[in-house]
């Protein structure tokens, strides 16, 4: 299946897997308003399909230059303040979008993910990135900050210090370096990347996406709960799993040692 947009193409493949493709490529793929609401209707049309059909959401941008440069300066320069909130927010809330998809979502960084792009991938669970990828907030070389969550998410990340060095100084860095600081997740050449990406999808949607799904979510809302809440929190996810076919088609398999046949309920 592929659906029409202006600025994104979006891909249902067989496996259940979807690819987000932010297709701005002239501009390095620029976030601009048209971008976010064609993702947040994308994202929409995602959520509300099955386990079945949607598995998992991998977002990457085309061309090989950048994943997502930043966002679309031109489209800046004329903001008032409460254009400037808005647009903010209307990035704040795609990406939180992200978090709340029952499904994995990969970033396939195939290139610059600068500013905005930046944020966009944080927003994803994790990202695999090509050799040639960079990352940077260099937002304060414009005399603005990070908008779309940049600040907060980064700082989950890799911790307060090095949030701070990097958001201050606005310094890129490249892939390596990225995944020392354990940005990425890992880091492959470019001819690579989507089989790398596709590699561990396999891993993933071979595993109960019921289970995936309630992970996911009880991970999210750990950051947001102090440890016995969140500990709380868990014990009570974990436990409304107990009735579900993918529960006892997992244990059952487990212990009749055979291959469970998983269907996300």
Same mark, same amino acid.
């Given at each position: 299946m592929n659906l029409d947009y202006q600025t994104i193409k979006l891909e249902s493949k067989e496996n259940g897997v979807w690819v987000l493709t932010i297709n701005r490529p002239e501009s390095l793929n620029a976030l601009n308003m048209q971008v976010l609401n064609d993702m947040a209707d994308a994202l929409r049309q995602i959520s509300e399909v099955d386990f079945?059909?949607?598995k998992a959401l991998v977002i990457t941008g085309a061309g090989e230059k950048a994943f997502v440069a930043g966002a679309d300066i031109k489209e800046m320069l004329d903001m008032s303040n409460e254009q400037a909130v808005a647009f903010a927010q209307k990035g704040?809330?795609? %990406?939180?979008e992200l978090n709340l998809l029952k499904i994995p979502v990969i970033a396939a960084v195939n290139g610059f993910a600068l500013g905005g792009g930046l944020e966009l991938a944080l927003g994803c669970d994790f990202m695999i990135a090509s050799d040639n990828a960079k990352f940077g907030l260099p937002e304060v070389s414009l005399?603005?900050?990070?908008? %779309?969550?940049?600040?907060?998410?980064?700082?989950?990340?890799?911790?307060?210090?090095k949030a701070r060095? +990097?958001? %201050?100084?606005? *310094?890129?860095?490249?892939?390596? *370096?990225? !995944?020392?600081?354990?940005?990425?997740? @890992?880091?492959?050449? @470019?001819?690579e990347?989507?089989?790398?990406?596709? &590699? &561990? +999808? *396999?891993?993933?949607?071979? &595993?109960?996406?019921?289970?995936?799904?309630?992970? &996911? +979510?009880?991970?999210? @809302?750990? %950051?947001?709960?102090?440890?016995?809440?969140? !500990?709380e929190n868990e014990a009570e996810i974990f436990g409304g799993l107990f009735g579900s076919f993918d529960t006892t088609e997992g244990t059952k398999a487990f212990t009749e040692k055979r291959k469970p046949n998983f269907k996300g309920i």
């Open positions: 079945e059909t949607a704040q809330s795609v %990406f939180h005399g603005l900050i990070p908008g %779309f969550g940049g600040t907060v998410r980064l700082t989950r990340a890799v911790g307060i210090r060095e +990097l958001t %201050f100084t606005g *310094e890129m860095i490249k892939a390596d *370096e990225a !995944l020392r600081l354990g940005i990425v997740s @890992q880091v492959v050449p @470019q001819s990347l989507m089989m790398a990406v596709n &590699k &561990k +999808l *396999e891993m993933i949607i071979s &595993k109960s996406p019921l289970a995936v799904g309630k992970a &996911k +979510l009880s991970i999210n @809302q750990a %950051f947001d709960l102090e440890t016995e809440k969140a !500990l």
